[in-house]
């Protein structure tokens, strides 16, 4: 397979934790075991996810539609922790506050013009917030995967959260 093709939706996440807070108790739940992908499901589209050297790898797939490698436990109150490694033309993101689809969905939102609109997704499509992880720029920002085709809405263009994402 063509290296270019491959080289620019490839994540390595290496550490995915979260920090929970359950009736006053602060707990860190680990997500991934460093072995294997028990507890992970894949949805949406077709790329594929492996456990190369204790770290997830992600490997795009020509022409398959957005490809999102989801826990299968879901949690209220959160911290979510996590390392990437980024390739220089990589647009990916995580998603938090998420859902899937059970069957085919039409959200109205407005567009600018203030008239509403409908987007329709698909059963088995992820969709909700997402922080955007782009080397080269727009990492930290906040958008409505899916639902809204919008520019991120979440920081300000020009604010050192925007900002504070090191290639």
Not at 108 to 131: C, H, K, L, M, S
Not at 136 to 157: F, L, N
Request: with cysteine; proline share 4%.
């Amino acid at each position: 397979m063509n290296k270019k093709l491959i080289a620019p939706l490839t994540v390595a996440i290496l550490l995915l934790s979260l920090h929970c807070n359950s009736a006053g108790q602060d707990n860190w739940i680990s997500l991934f075991d460093g072995e294997t992908l028990e507890g992970w499901t894949v949805h949406s589209g077709h790329a594929t996810y492996r456990v190369e050297d204790g770290a997830i790898v992600g490997q795009a797939v020509k022409n398959s539609p957005n490809t999102f490698l989801c826990t299968d436990r879901e949690f209220s109150d959160f911290i979510l922790e996590f390392e990437v490694l980024v390739d220089d033309e990589l647009n990916s993101g995580v998603q938090f506050r998420s859902h899937i689809a059970p069957q085919e969905l039409v959200f109205w939102f407005r567009n600018g013009e203030g008239n509403y609109q409908p987007t329709t997704i698909p059963a088995d499509r992820v969709y909700g917030y997402q922080v955007e992880i782009a080397a080269g720029g727009g990492s930290g920002g906040v958008y409505d995967e899916a639902r809204r085709a919008m520019t991120p809405w979440w920081p300000e263009e020009d604010s050192k959260e925007r900002n504070a994402f090191k290639n």
